[in-house]
């Protein structure tokens, strides 16, 4: 009998402690609707990155998805040297977030138009199972990163 309460109360004690509030675990995708994404063939992911280790050895994935999304990579420092006046317009600048609580991490990912400077998209994934910062943090940038790979995959 005491093996069946003790097994009861570990096992409400793990339900009332996972993060439960739909609204604060929301992963969206916005993209601007008149935006043709197919018109972009070069990325550069920025270097005002926020968020702290985490999310610096995130940025590796984050390239390499954009690389297997069909963008060519080029350097934000490098953006003049590299590319041609006519190329500018093809180039869109991403940025990165990350926050966290103890109950939740979001990540937010930005895609910048690279002449006009308005941002054309925006992925959020958020992660709250709380039993780690870091594992929220990781699978924060992951989901953020699924939706824009969603969003801005070309057709090879």
């Known amino acids: 009998m005491k ?7 570990i096992c409400l004690l793990f339900l009332f402690s996972c ?3 739909p609204d604060s675990t929301t992963s969206n995708s916005n993209v ?11 990325a550069s992911i920025g270097s005002n990155v926020t968020g702290g280790s985490t999310i610096m050895g995130a940025l590796m994935d984050l390239q ?7 963008y060519k990579i080029v350097g934000d420092t ?3 040297s590299m590319l ?11 940025t990165m977030g990350l926050t966290s609580t103890k109950s939740q ?6 895609l910048t138009d690279y002449v006009s400077g308005y941002i054309i998209a925006s992925f959020r994934g958020s992660f709250g199972w709380g039993w780690g910062i870091e594992e929220d943090q990781k699978g924060a940038i992951g989901e953020a990163i699924e939706k824009m790979e969603n969003a801005i995959k070309k057709n090879k």
């Not at 093996?3 to 109360?9: V, Y």
């Not at 008149?34 to 018109?39: Q, V």
């Not at 991490?105 to 930005?110: M, R």
């Open 3 to 9: 093996n069946r309460f003790f097994f009861l109360t």
């Open 19 to 21: 993060n439960t509030t």
């Open 32 to 42: 601007i609707s008149s935006i043709d994404m197919s018109k972009y063939e070069y």
């Open 64 to 70: 390499n998805s954009l690389i297997s999304c069909g």
């Open 78 to 80: 490098r953006i003049n």
């Open 84 to 94: 041609a006046q006519e190329d500018l317009p093809k180039l869109f600048i991403v």
């Open 105 to 110: 991490s979001v990540c937010i990912i930005n």
